[in-house]
């Protein structure tokens, strides 16, 4: 497997999820700077496939690798609430924190207030799923953690996050793990 990446850039999320499946992979690492001619960053290949996304890649590994238990299997009742919070994350939580980014970059003020404020809103049902969990499904760190626990904490460097402790803990337990520290490393 190679997997095209960029260091801080939602590549490091397919890195992670490389990381903690302990499988064998090339890293080619690609510059991100226009014009990029369309190299997507990042990219996965294994043999035939060829996926972009970050979270497509993450869902992609974790049920390639159904044995290193970082998706529920498809009949398990967890596949569900794990499946909801992979694509939650990356379709509702992930466009305010990006668009922040840009906010932040261009000093953009309002458009950051904006975002801040979906962000939170969104933000509210995540705060409500933690309550007494360790992790999105239950005590069971998946790949709907890597996705999800990377855009919150990616939030909190952009001052996204409202006070919320369970926020500020479910990503120090993330970022405790050694695979999050490996993929991370540069």
């Known amino acids: ?69 970082l998706a529920p299997r498809p009949d398990a009742p967890e596949r569900g609430p794990y499946l909801q919070w992979l694509y939650y994350g990356a379709a509702a939580l992930d466009p305010p924190v990006l668009d922040a980014s840009f906010a932040a970059d261009r000093q953009d003020t309002t458009a950051l207030a904006k975002a801040k404020s979906a962000f939170s809103q969104r933000a509210a049902v995540l705060d409500a799923a933690l309550d007494g969990r360790k992790y999105l499904v239950g005590d069971d760190f998946t790949a709907a953690d890597i996705v999800v626990g990377s855009i919150v904490k990616g939030a909190i460097t952009l001052g996204l996050v409202p006070e919320r402790s369970k926020f500020g803990a479910y990503v120090a337990r993330l970022t405790e793990r050694e695979a999050y520290r490996t993929a991370g490393a540069d």
Do not use: N, Q
């Open 1 to 69: 497997m190679k997997l095209y990446y960029a260091p801080h850039t939602r590549a490091t999320r397919a890195r992670w999820m490389l990381e903690e499946l302990g499988v064998p992979y090339c890293l080619v690492r690609v510059r991100v700077a226009p014009p990029m001619f369309g190299i997507r960053v990042p990219t996965l290949v294994d043999g035939d496939v060829a996926l972009t996304g970050s979270g497509a890649i993450c869902a992609y590994l974790a049920d390639k690798f159904l044995d290193k238990e």
